[in-house]
Structure formats: structure tokens, C-alpha cells
């Protein structure tokens, strides 16, 4: 199947630090990809969608100003997560849409201490 | 209404047993349907999609799907430890995927 790669896996950062995470489409040009976030024992949460060479779409409740997207590329998409708190400690996930579903990446642990 | 639900579990299955899942959406619309596997602490793996009514197989695993009843369902046959995990459903009412809280299925020795 198509492969998304997200980096990195986990991240511990200092709380008021910014954190960027990476996903790649390795072997395929993804227009759109899916950012998640995933608390433990909840489900996944769509924060936004990522349209390359446009501006994200965000979820309601998420602040775009904190959570910067950028897909600059056919095969890239970055988050940051600007002055990280405790409370953003999470698993954020990627996906890229491929025909009729979608495929993930490896996922983020962010600890923010 | 959620768009999509699912019994939250956990199911408990002895080996070699069958796990029923079942989910259920809210928008006819829907046209594609999916389920995936997440084990604890790692991102979800697609294990079968579905589109039309009817049965789909694929190993130890067979999707069903009835539209007319917005219902989609996962069995799995022959369950090993190994497929102890939690299970998402997950239905495209637009271009977004849409999913459950997922199932979590316990598989004991």
C-alpha cells in the first residue's frame, strides 16, 4: 500500500517551545493529508486538512494560530505546534488520502514537560 | 447524533472464536466504508475497505455492508491474540473520513 512517513515518532519539549512534525508521501503526490490528534483511550480527532499551495482547513476548536500547517509540496506537510503547553501532549497522526481511503503515518508522541 | 458509532467494547473473544463489530452512520450518503486496526500506542492500519452492499472477505476477515440500514460490520475469524487491538470504522460522508470511537477486542489465550 501507498506509504506515509510521519518524524518524528516522539518528541519531549519544554513548555513554551514550538514543535514541528513532518509527513512525507513517499511514494505517491498527496494533494490533501489529514492531521489527527489522539488523547489516550479517545479516538482520532481531525484538527485540519492540509491543501497543497492553499491554506489549511481547520476544525472548529482549533486554533490555526497555534497550530500551523503548512503543504508546501506534493508530498509534504509539516505541523507546528507553536509555544507548546502540558495539555498539547499528545499523539498526532497524519493521512494522506489514496483513491477511496486513506493511510497513515507512523504517528507522534508529544510530551510537553 | 455522532456520524459514526460503535459499540466502545471492550469485546472479549476466546482464541479461535469469531468477533463481531459493529458500526452504524449516520449519513446516507456515504459511499465508501473502512475498517482499521490500531494497536495501543501505534497509528491505524487499513485491513478492508467496502463499497457496495453485501460481503467482502478478505482472510480471516469479512466486511459486510447494508446501506439501506446504514449499518457496517467487521468479523473475525479464527481470532488470535494477535488481533487484540481496537477497531475504527470509518465511512466518507465528503472528502474527510469520518470515524467511530472504535472497538476494543480482547483476544484471550
Redesign the interface.
Known amino acids: 500500500g501507498a506509504v506515509v512517513s510521519q518524524h518524528p515518532s516522539w518528541v519531549i519539549c519544554k513548555s513554551g517551545t514550538s514543535v514541528k512534525i513532518e509527513c512525507r508521501s513517499l511514494d505517491f503526490q498527496a494533494t490533501t493529508m489529514f492531521w489527527y490528534r489522539q488523547f489516550p483511550k479517545q479516538s482520532l480527532m481531525l484538527m485540519a486538512t492540509s491543501n497543497e499551495g492553499s491554506k489549511a482547513t481547520y476544525e472548529q476548536g482549533v486554533e490555526k494560530d497555534k497550530f500551523l500547517i503548512n503543504h508546501a509540496s506534493l508530498t509534504l506537510s509539516t505541523l507546528t505546534v507553536t509555544s507548546a503547553h502540558p495539555e498539547d501532549s499528545s499523539f498526532y497522526i497524519c493521512s494522506a488520502r489514496v483513491g477511496q481511503g486513506a493511510f497513515f503515518g507512523q504517528g507522534t508522541r508529544l510530551t510537553v514537560v | 447524533q455522532k456520524e459514526v458509532e460503535q459499540n466502545s467494547g471492550p469485546l472479549s473473544v476466546p482464541e479461535g472464536a469469531i468477533a463481531s463489530l459493529n458500526c452504524t452512520y449516520s449519513d446516507r450518503g456515504s ?2 466504508f ?1 475498517w482499521y486496526r490500531q494497536y495501543s ?6 485491513i478492508m ?1 467496502i ?1 457496495s452492499n453485501g460481503d467482502k472477505e478478505d482472510g480471516r476477515f469479512t466486511a459486510q455492508l447494508n446501506k439501506a440500514s446504514q449499518y457496517v460490520s467487521l468479523l473475525i475469524r479464527d481470532s488470535q491474540p494477535s488481533d487484540s487491538a481496537t477497531y ?1 470504522c ?1 465511512v ?1 460522508p465528503d ?3 469520518s ?4 472497538t476494543t477486542v480482547t483476544v484471550r489465550a
Open positions: 459511499q465508501s473502512f500506542g501505534k497509528s491505524p492500519e487499513l475497505s463499497y475504527l470509518a466518507t472528502y474527510k473520513l470515524f467511530g470511537a472504535g
